[in-house]
């Protein structure tokens, strides 16, 4: 079983619709979580951080749920600068670790 | 702004050649990463670095190596380029060891080996 787990997608929605992902982790000793965001050959980009509490960036909002050891990612009104692929991080500060979900592909069609 | 800069956004190289990729970082961060990602595969580490003067291997260092002189810049080094090096090779830095901060990319260095 892989540490981090992402579907991959591709998930195909209409434009103004809400779409959220998950990502599952197996080790609980995890720190930090994150967002990222990656258009096709170009670099990761940091979307957001995620906090048990949740964090909301207009359109997006991450959440984590240490118990059942998830993150997840939402998008309202989708919009067609969306469409790319959404990764997810965790970090172990106990072993300095970092481990990327292999992603999910969004594309949001007009 | 957090900068990443790579030296070269595209290399071709022929296969036994001595590779350098540079990344340099302004933010004066400790920790400086370099991945390769191929399709299908995902973001594989290759080496970190958590000071000056100091490297880790990371999940795939065979036929890599790495320099970090100066807390800015860390170099991946390909000492005899294969053709199954071919990739797209990202450098990254974050500020803390103890993994609360979250990592930056440079935007990338697509080699090809022939």
């Known amino acids: 079983r892989k540490e981090v787990e992402q579907d991959p997608g591709p998930f195909n929605v209409p434009e103004g619709a809400t779409v959220a992902f998950n990502c599952t982790y197996s080790?609980?000793?995890?720190?930090?979580f994150f967002w990222y965001r990656q258009d096709c050959r170009k670099e990761p980009k940091l979307l957001m951080s995620?906090?048990?509490s949740g964090n909301e960036d207009g359109r997006f909002t991450a959440q984590l749920n240490r118990a059942s050891q998830y993150i997840s990612l939402l998008i309202r009104d989708s919009k067609l600068s969306d469409s790319a692929t959404y990764l997810c991080?965790?970090?172990?500060?106990?072993?300095?670790?970092?481990?990327f979900g292999s992603g999910t592909r969004l594309s949001i069609r007009p | 702004d957090v900068k990443v800069t790579q030296s070269s956004r595209y290399l071709v190289k022929r296969t036994g050649e001595k590779v350098f990729l540079e990344c340099v970082q302004d933010?004066?961060?400790?920790?400086m990463f370099w991945y390769r990602q191929d399709p299908g595969l995902g973001l594989r580490l290759i080496y970190f670095?958590?000071?000056?003067?100091?490297?880790e291997k990371g999940d795939i260092p065979e036929g890599y190596s790495v320099s970090r002189e100066k807390k800015e810049r860390f170099s991946l080094i390909l000492e005899s380029a294969s053709t199954n090096q071919t990739s797209m090779y990202l450098c990254?830095?974050?500020?803390?060891?103890?993994?609360?901060?979250?990592?930056?990319f440079g935007n990338g260095t697509r080699l090809t080996v022939t």
């Open positions: 080790n609980s000793a995890s720190q930090s």
């Open positions: 995620v906090y048990s």
């Open positions: 933010m004066d961060h400790e920790n």
């Open positions: 990254a830095s974050s500020l803390m060891r103890q993994g609360t901060s979250p990592l930056h």
């Open positions: 991080v965790v970090i172990y500060s106990s072993a300095s670790k970092i481990i």
């Open positions: 670095s958590y000071d000056v003067k100091m490297k």
